[in-house]
């Protein structure tokens, strides 16, 4: 039986922390409103939202457990350099959504999968749900707000550019390993974009 969409939030609201489900709250609603910018379905973009992050916070070896047993292609198309829980929470958040609790939306399910942005020729969904993740984000960070204001003026590809820009940034911070798409993704973005001198800068001014 399909998910209700209500117990699915309250599922969250169980098994997540409180900084977390209300990042999941916050994704939600900007998927809401991105869905009146980008003609996206209501529907999958306020389910996409939500559960993003269903398995974030679970361990890497379960998460290695599920995409194992239900995903094994997820777990072969990945290196082991990157078998961490950045890139494994969305493909095993799919198989959540998918196997275990049969949510039939194929397009949101997909979404889900590719939120952490590690993938090419995103759907219109996907590319939506990995930049609202980054203008609802658990803590505030420069340059939020100016992502955010790209994103709903319709400017799609300005605000994926910044958003994959700044995520190779916070990864290196950090010692991330940082997947090799991220890098062609801003080639490809940045020819169509053409960004000028300032477009980085993260102050709105």
Not at 106 to 121: F, P, S, T, Y
Request: hydrophobic residues 40%; contains cysteine; glycine residues 4%.
């Amino acid at each position: 039986m399909a998910p209700i969409f209500e117990a699915c939030r309250q599922h969250l609201h169980q098994h997540l922390t409180t900084d977390r489900f209300m990042h999941c709250q916050g994704v939600c609603r900007a998927m809401e409103r991105a869905a009146a910018v980008y003609d996206l379905d209501a529907e999958a973009a306020r389910w996409a939202g939500l559960m993003h992050d269903v398995a974030k916070e679970l361990p890497d070896q379960e998460l290695l457990r599920l995409l194992g047993k239900f995903y094994p292609e997820a777990l072969e198309k990945l290196p082991e350099k990157y078998r961490v829980n950045t890139y494994l929470h969305g493909p095993a958040g799919a198989v959540i959504m998918r196997k275990l609790w049969e949510y039939p939306n194929r397009d949101v399910v997909l979404a889900i999968e590719q939120h952490a942005g590690n993938h090419l020729d995103m759907s219109l969904l996907s590319r939506c749900l990995h930049v609202a993740d980054l203008t609802a984000p658990v803590c505030d960070y420069p340059g939020r707000d100016k992502l955010d204001r790209e994103f709903m003026a319709g400017r799609l590809d300005h605000a994926e550019l910044l958003a994959d820009t700044w995520t190779v940034e916070y990864f290196l911070e950090r010692n991330i390993p940082v997947h090799p798409v991220y890098q062609e993704k801003i080639r490809r973005l940045s020819a169509e974009v053409r960004p000028t001198r300032d477009f980085f800068v993260r102050s709105l001014a």
